[in-house]
């Protein structure tokens, strides 16, 4: 492998995968962007006038006295302003004449269960909603818990939040009873708005029984908001209170009231590997500023004609910003998909995209893995030449899988946009923009315009080009979070005490030769080998290069020789056969493309990966298995058999 640098990385990304295509733009797309690189001069001669702009797309109810009022590490943005999130994501596009345009396509996951809402019907809702949580007693600042599957009354359910100025704590649905309970103390909310069910893998999934599970626990949840969805029995307790029954009866008129710009909008939980989880802070003006602006940028969204469709699920950070907020401050249409993608069958997103025209499609690293691994044969159905824009978010992309998406989903016309962010920064922060950079496959390129990034060494230092080290963000940013709700101490401890003035988001990068970002996953990631510093993300990615692999998981393992070994997890394509010198094939091709020292000591062909539920490898549980230990914590896992799944695998280690 290639000598140290400063960061003490071994340069392996000059080599990695021998994918060195740049794609360019294309000249269309380029000429009719919305941002061009002129932002990026903008944003570096003034950022805060940058931001005052970007600001300005909203309506506010009062301006703003100071952009920002920095008492590091704790930020106020467009201090003095008053607005209101439910008005500039509804209200505004309906008095400016574009009520009748749809606000979304919902789609359930049984077939031909279809919703869709105006931007007039989209109001009308939030309306009854937010008169009903009045009369529930909720006001603002109170907090409520929302436990819910895909359904439309999900961002009625926020937008309603917002409107009133209550401050919601969404919990995705997949969560057990402990965890929704700890999350409603932790944020002590009053109210609980949650479904009967909702339609997963073909059939009703019950919410309703973990709520009451929880709120039994829970004396000051006063009452649980319940929408009808599967129509199945549920048990009813004197807290319940039926969604058609108070909402339906409301006033669609409600007056939405300016707030702080500072005001609290929502907490989100991060799950985090160890510890209690944190509740996340956002607050209004900035998080809506920044979520709205990297919407138009990133995903260069004409509202007039573009129909985008994000398939996270709103219960992660993602849905907040890229399904309700972002895009509905922006004016957009977009799609809301109840379901898996393989119910009921495995071409239902392909479908979707042909059925709505869809012109910007942004999902996951780990559903294009699988999408790969069910073969190219399904998207090749369908008619996908709506689609102009691609996106991806959640992990490092592979460099294998962001080509394949860009040529089977893609068509290989439409730009593929790697956006790196967290929970904690409530917007996208490094990403390519697609009518500007000529992107490199796996790369999330340069901090967008406004976002100062930068990758350090363990003393805080700059890297040069071709080094490693850690990622940190030098300024603060509309978006970023407060605090940690009820605990600065911890926020303190957590995101700005690494290194001196700069925020630690926990992710490894590296700055290649161009001085483009390379995003390598958290920094608990990486593996210490013969005293190199290897990634896990490029072991994987060396080995999703290979045309049998679909794909990998790498961790270090105790090594008495040398000190961690590279154990790997490998699932294969679809057609590839699990032939006995497979494993001796993929060491050697890993030692080719990234060189001897990265070469795994083992590897393990398993059937499926372990994963949390927003679709991230739990590499700590595979660790468990490469070091012989027994199996840690497995309750977060969105398939708690996958890990026994493994297990049985494991005599015919290699
Ligand atoms: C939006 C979201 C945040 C962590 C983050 C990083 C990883 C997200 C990425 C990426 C490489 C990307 N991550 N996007 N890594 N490239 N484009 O996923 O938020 O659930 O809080 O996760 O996800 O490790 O620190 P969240």
Redesign the pocket.
């Known amino acids: 492998m290639a000598p140290e640098t400063a960061g003490n990385e071994p340069q392996a990304l000059s080599n990695l995968l021998k994918e060195n295509r740049r794609f360019e733009p294309p000249a269309d797309l380029a000429a009719a962007a919305n941002v061009t690189e002129a932002a990026y001069n903008e944003a570096a001669a003034d950022r805060l006038a940058f931001w005052e702009r970007a600001a300005e797309r909203l309506t506010w109810a009062k301006r703003w006295d100071t952009t920002l009022e920095w008492k590091a590490p704790f930020a106020k943005w467009f201090v003095g302003g008053e607005l209101n999130v439910a008005y500039n994501c509804v209200d505004r596009h309906v008095e400016e004449g574009r009520g009748d345009k749809v606000a979304y396509h919902w789609e359930g996951e049984p077939e031909g269960d279809t919703r869709t809402l105006t931007y007039n019907d989209l109001k009308r809702e939030v309306g009854k909603a937010a008169n009903a949580l009045q009369e529930l007693g909720v006001g603002k600042g109170d907090r409520v818990a929302i436990y819910m599957p895909m359904i439309p009354e999900l961002p009625i359910a926020m937008l309603a939040c917002a409107r009133i100025g209550a401050i919601h704590s969404v919990v995705f649905g997949g969560f057990s009873a402990s965890a929704l309970k700890s999350r409603i103390d932790d944020a002590d909310a009053k109210l609980v708005i949650t479904a009967d069910g909702g339609y997963r893998r073909g059939k009703p999934s019950a919410l309703k029984p973990t709520v009451d599970e929880a709120v039994a626990e829970c004396p000051q949840v006063e009452h649980v908001l319940v929408v009808r969805r599967t129509g199945e029995d549920v048990a009813t307790s004197g807290k319940d209170v039926w969604w058609h029954d108070l909402v339906e009866r409301q006033s669609d008129q409600h007056t939405a009231e300016p707030h702080d710009a500072e005001d609290p909008l929502y907490i989100l939980y991060?799950s985090g590997t160890t510890g209690k989880p944190k509740g996340i802070l956002h607050t209004t003006g900035g998080y809506l500023t920044q979520t709205a602006w990297t919407h138009h940028a990133v995903f260069d969204l004409k509202p007039e004609t573009d129909i985008y469709w994000c398939t996270a699920d709103i219960g992660?950070?993602?849905g907040h910003s890229y399904i309700v907020y972002g895009p509905l401050a922006n004016g957009a249409t977009s799609v809301i998909y109840e379901g898996t993608p393989d119910t009921p069958h495995r071409g239902r997103f392909w479908e979707i995209v042909q059925k709505y025209k869809i012109t910007i499609l942004y999902t996951a690293p780990t559903a294009i893995r699988t999408f790969m691994k069910w073969g190219d044969d399904i998207p090749a159905k369908y008619d996908m030449s709506s689609l102009r824009i691609l996106g991806?978010?959640?992990?490092?992309?592979n460099p294998e899988a962001y080509v394949w998406y860009r040529e089977h989903i893609g068509g290989e016309r439409c730009p593929v946009v790697?956006?790196?962010?967290?929970?904690?920064t409530g917007a996208i922060m490094?990403s390519p923009l697609p009518g500007v950079t000529a992107a490199k496959p796996g790369a999330?390129m340069r901090p967008l315009p406004g976002i100062v990034a930068d990758v350090v060494d363990d003393q805080g230092n700059g890297v040069p080009n071709g080094g490693g080290g850690f990622l940190a963000v030098r300024e603060p940013w509309p978006s970023m979070l407060r605090t940690i709700w009820g605990d600065d101490q911890r926020y303190i401890d957590t995101y700005w005490s690494r290194f001196e003035g700069m925020y630690f988001?926990?992710?490894g990068a590296k700055k290649d030769e161009d001085g483009d970002l390379w995003?390598?996953?958290?920094v608990d990631d990486v593996m210490l080998v013969s005293g190199h510093n290897i990634s896990t993300t490029e072991v994987e990615s060396a080995l999703v290069s290979h045309p049998k692999v679909a794909e990998a998981a790498v961790v270090g393992a105790t090594d008495p020789l040398t000190g961690q070994a590279i154990v790997s997890f490998v699932i294969l394509r679809g057609t590839a056969e699990e032939g006995d010198d497979i494993a001796t094939e993929l060491r050697n091709h890993v030692a080719k493309t990234l060189g001897p020292i990265a070469k795994p000591r083992q590897i393990l062909v398993v059937p499926e990966l372990p994963k949390t539920r927003?679709g991230?490898i739990m590499r700590r549980l595979l660790r468990d298995v490469a070091e012989n230990r027994s199996i840690g914590d497995v309750t977060t896992l969105a398939d708690s058999t996958v890990m026994n799944l493994i297990s049985e695998k494991l005599p015919s280690a290699k």
């Open positions: 991060t992660w950070v993602t991806s978010v959640g992990e490092p992309i790697d956006t790196w962010w967290q929970t904690e490094i999330a988001p926990g992710d995003l390598l996953g958290r927003s991230k």
